[in-house]
Structure formats: C-alpha cells, structure tokens
C-alpha cells in the first residue's frame, strides 16, 4: 500500500469496516461462553457447558462425520475430474472448447437453490438421494469449477517450456505430467482441493434437497437443530468450524499464497 | 547423406498466409557448428523446433545418422536443446536438473551420480551442483541448462538463442566458452541465432534466413564476403548498396554506369549486363576533397568512433557510410564536397 493510504483517518475507516464486518463472529465466540441458556446479548456468566454439550451430541457428531466423509471424497473427485478438463481446456485447440469451458464454469452461475432442486429431480430416480454418493455428486457440481479455475491458472502461469525441455531430454508424455508439471502446477491444485473440500463442508441448500435420515450433513443438521432450539450450542459448533476454516486457509496460504488462488 | 539431414522441410500453420518455413534444404555434417540467423519470424526457431520434434513438419523429411526421425516422437530423438529462457525445472535443485534425462533413460545411480559431475565440471559449476535454480545468476543458469543437455550425450545439440538473455559481457564469455565446449566434445551443433556478430564468431557455417526461406548457406566468410543477394549484404555487416548499370563484363570484372558516381569497376561472377546493385562495405569506400563541380557528393556527418572515422556521405537521394582509419588521411569536415572511390576487388555485383 502506498504511503498516502497510511494516514489516521484512513487506518480508522479500515478498523470499523472490519469491526463490522467481523462483528457477528466475535458476538458468536462471546456467546458461546455465555452461561445463560438462550443465545442472547450481553452475556452473563463464563461458562464451558457449551462446548461440553456439543462433545455429547451425537446429531452434530454424526453430521460432523458425514460432512468430513462427504468432503474429502469430494474433494478427491473434483480433483480427479477438474484437473484433466483444466488441462483439456488450457494446452488443447479443440471445437467447443470455448462451449465446454462456460459448460464447466456454470453451475457457479445457477442460484444453488435451482440447482439443488435440479439435482433432486435427477438423483431421486437413481435412488441415490439420502446417500454419501448422492451427497456427493451434488456437490461436484458446485467443486469442480472451483478446481478448474485453480488448476487452469496455475497451468497458464507456468513456464511451459519445462515441459517441452523435459520431452526432450527423453521423458514421456506422461512423466512429462508427473514429474514436471505436477510439481509445477502443485499449489493450484492443492488450493483447488482445500476450496472444494471447504465448500462441500459448508454447503447447506443444495444438500436439504438431497440428504436423508442416513446421512445428514453437518450444516443441516445445524439448520434444523435453530428451527427448535436455542441455547449457544450452536454458537460453541460455530466456533468449532470457523477454526477449522481458519486452519485450511492458513493451509492454502502457506502452500501457494491467497492472493495468487482468489486473484 | 550427411549426419544430420533435412529435405524440403515444410512448416504452414493453420489459417497462416504463407508457410513458417519452406522448402528448407541443408545437410549439415558430424561435428558441425551450423548456426540459423535471420530477423525475428525467419522462420529459424521453427526450423530448430522442427529438428526437435517439438513442431512437427507439415512436410520433407528429416534424417539423422541415416535413419528417418521425421515423425519419431520428441522424447526418442535424443536431441540436447538449450531454451532461451533455459526452461530449467524450479522444483529440482542444479544436480537433479543435469540428472533429469539420465534418470529418464534409467541410468544406474552410480553412473548418473558421476555423469551429472562430469557435465558441472565441464560448465566449471562443480561446487553449485546443491543449489536451488532460483538461487543462481542467468549465466549459471545458462551453464546448468548446457549441462543438463550434454549430459545425456545427444546426437545432436540444439541452441535456441542461449545467449539472448546475458547481459553483453557475458555474453562474449559464453560464446568463447560454449564453441570450446563444442570443439572439445566434438558434438554436431545447430545455433539459433539473430545476433550477427555472434553468427561470425562462432560457426563452421552459417545458413541465413528471411521469411521461411534460406537466403544463403556459407562459412563466415562467404557470407561476408560474397553475400548472395541484397537481404544478406544488408543483414550481414554494414553495407552500401548502389544501383547500377552493367554496360560490359568479362574476366569476372564488371564495368558499371553507377548512379552518382558515375564510370566504376566492380567484381563479377554472373556475366550478365544490365541492371544491377553493386556492394561496397564502408571501411572499403575511399573518400577524399574535390572541387565542387568534380565532387559525387558532401559530407553530411562526421562521426569518430576512436579507432575509426565515419563519415555520411549525400550523394543524389542516398547516404553512403564511408569508413576511415582514423590519423590515416586528412579528416575531413561537415559540409566538404567529395568524390568517392573504391577499389575493384572490393566491390561485388549481387544479383
């Protein structure tokens, strides 16, 4: 930043902007050590019953479960399947390749509730809904462009002519592609993986369409737990996942850089 | 067939109005230094990548030891290329990059252990061989990107403009070191290059290229000497082009009708009359006062470059570059009238 954005005034504006920003999420962490039984404000009381509670509450354990399962097949698959068609679409001339990028890249583009619906009318028929698998296909929907953007970007960045000088001195295409441009193109998948996992972990509309009594994921377990009660539980689970989100971006920070993954 | 053979190679692109490079003919012998020069989009790189197998030809032919490698894919060839940009793998350190092609051909660890020493030895960087890439200076970069191609003792070793981006300096240095490392090996070489000067320097020949096409094959010296048309006299040296009209020729001397100038004589091997444009290099021009009624020209600048004078000379429309030892004759000032003069031996009638 330029030093004429260092004066006082300005530091001020950025202080309270981000105060107001973040100030839902402090009122939560304050909440969910507040000794009274409904969420309210101000707290009285210190209490870690909360927290205690939410260790004993096998509804969020199980979905915490479900959600995790959910998320890392998530993101495996949307790995698997995204950095192939970011490799299709970046280093191969192909007829509608400009077709099936905007395909790739479209569900970011549908409300997630049409999508979810969308989703119910085909999974239902498959009779795949209320499982792990249906979970899981509904959520590649909304990774794998995630996973195409990452991966793309790192594969424009990189100085193609490692590959080529790898072709010459005798690797073949494939090992061309594990032991040069994978290495090269690590970060981008890596963020790629993180953000898809993230985002199947955090996903609540398009999964109320298509869970089911055997695997409820987390977020709508926590959506029905607020329709009928509200004691800080909820707010000990929320600071349970913001940490959890925390740690994974200091993940992707530390392997490839923010900025460089949201730019 | 010579080693390295290439026949009515043709690279069009698609939707391209004319070809990258066409018709291209040149056999090139074991242990030669051959170096492609042309103006950027001469077609040079393409015919390098070509050889490569990076590009693959549209049509002709490439032999190499005899055998066809026309359509052999890159990774079979065994072809040692240095990138312009060195294309050096960040995520290995300076070892690891020389042991990339052995690794690939399964060379035992011991062996590959003591070829990749032998190859920073020869690059005289021996003691970096732990170092990150991003840790050494664009010369060493350049040296570990030689390495990394000789180590796999190509049959053919391809430079794409290795040179382009050193500082001056060390460019002269990697030149001088890179053609001894060559005649040391004795290793077939194929030079990419724009610079001239590097051209001359370093090669056995030079093939000189415009526009996909070669203009001219030749050592050093008969691409300076005897260039084959105007695009080779013009891009190979300093030259002054004049316009004449042959008016008889035999015995290989020409007399000519030179615009400006007048009655001169020139060398000429075609033996043809009628128009044509002659070459004269600057420091071949003699230059001296004349009244102005007897004079071709005036001295429009005077430029001394210590060991040398160069004058402009007016004449008619054109300017003509004169080149003179300097302390050698009277110095001459803006504004002198002057003749011109050369001797027959050094001018030459192009086609």
Same mark, same amino acid.
């Given at each position: 930043m330029t030093s004429k954005f260092r004066g006082w005034p300005t530091r001020v504006v950025v202080t309270l902007l981000y105060l107001f920003l973040l100030a839902p999420i402090l009122m939560v962490l304050v909440i969910s050590f507040d000794a009274q039984s409904t969420m309210s404000f101000p707290p009285r009381g210190f209490t870690f019953q909360w927290y205690e509670r939410l260790a004993q509450n096998a509804e969020f354990i199980h979905g915490f479960q479900v959600s995790a399962v959910v998320g890392v097949g998530v993101a495996l698959l949307a790995l698997l399947i995204g950095v192939p068609v970011a490799i299709a679409l970046t280093r191969h001339e192909f007829r509608f390749r400009e077709v099936m990028s905007g395909f790739f890249l479209s569900p970011l583009m549908v409300p997630a509730i049409v999508l979810g619906l969308a989703l119910l009318l085909v999974l239902a028929p498959l009779k795949i809904t209320g499982t792990y698998g249906g979970l899981i296909v509904a959520h590649l929907a909304i990774t794998v462009p995630y996973v195409v953007r990452t991966t793309s970007m790192s594969l424009m960045t990189m100085n193609r002519s490692c590959e080529e000088a790898a072709r010459t001195l005798g690797a073949s295409p494939w090992r061309t592609f594990t032991r040069v441009t994978l290495p090269l193109i690590a970060p981008g998948v890596l963020a790629g993986g993180v953000i898809a996992f993230l985002i199947s972990f955090d996903e609540a509309v398009i999964s109320l369409f298509v869970v089911g009594p055997q695997a409820t994921t987390l977020p709508v377990e926590i959506f029905h737990y607020v329709e009928s009660r509200t004691d800080p539980q909820i707010a000990a689970l929320s600071v349970v996942l913001i940490a959890i989100s925390v740690l994974f971006m200091v993940i992707i920070e530390r392997a490839a850089g923010l900025k460089k993954v949201l730019r | 067939m010579s080693f390295l053979q290439l026949d009515d190679i043709v690279k069009k692109y698609p +939707? *391209?109005?004319?070809?990258?490079? *066409?018709d291209f003919t040149l056999g090139i012998d074991q242990g030669e230094f051959v170096s492609l020069l042309g103006p950027s989009g001469c077609g040079k790189t393409t015919t390098l990548r070509m050889i490569a197998g990076l590009v693959e030809a549209t049509s002709g032919r490439i032999h190499l030891d005899g055998k066809e490698l026309t359509r052999t894919p890159v990774h079979q060839r065994g072809m040692g290329l240095v990138f312009q940009n060195y294309a050096l793998f960040p995520h290995l350190n300076v070892a690891r990059n020389v042991a990339f092609g052995l690794e690939m051909r399964r060379t035992s660890k011991a062996e590959a252990k003591r070829r990749v020493e032998e190859a920073l030895d020869l690059v005289r960087l021996g003691h970096l061989s +732990?170092?990150?890439?991003?840790?050494?200076s664009g010369g060493q970069q350049q040296r570990v990107a030689l390495a990394r191609a000789l180590v796999i003792e190509p049959a053919v070793l391809l430079l794409d403009e290795p040179l382009s981006n050193l500082d001056a300096k060390l460019r002269d240095t990697m030149r001088e070191e890179i053609r001894s490392i060559q005649r040391k090996l004795g290793i077939t070489t194929v030079f990419v290059t724009h610079d001239q000067d590097e051209a001359l320097a370093v090669s056995d020949r030079i093939v000189v290229m415009s526009e996909g096409v070669i203009e001219q094959v030749g050592t050093p010296e008969q691409i300076y000497e005897h260039p084959a048309n105007r695009f080779v006299a013009n891009f190979i040296g300093r030259a002054n082009l004049f316009d004449a009209q042959i008016t008889h020729t035999a015995g290989g001397v020409a007399e000519l009708d030179v615009a400006g100038l007048g009655q001169m004589r020139a060398v000429d091997d075609q033996g043809a009359k009628g128009p044509a444009t002659v070459l004269v290099r600057p420091h071949r021009m003699q230059v001296s006062k004349a009244a102005a009624d007897d004079a071709h020209g005036t001295v429009e600048t005077v430029v001394y470059v210590g060991d040398s004078i160069e004058y402009g000379v007016r004449v008619g429309d054109n300017t003509v570059s004169v080149q003179s030892v300097a302390g050698a004759a009277e110095r001459l000032e803006r504004g002198t009238t002057v003749r011109l003069s050369w001797q027959t031996e050094d001018a030459l009638v192009l086609t």
């Open positions: - | +939707g *391209a109005e004319r070809p990258s490079v *066409a +732990g170092r990150r890439i991003k840790q050494l």
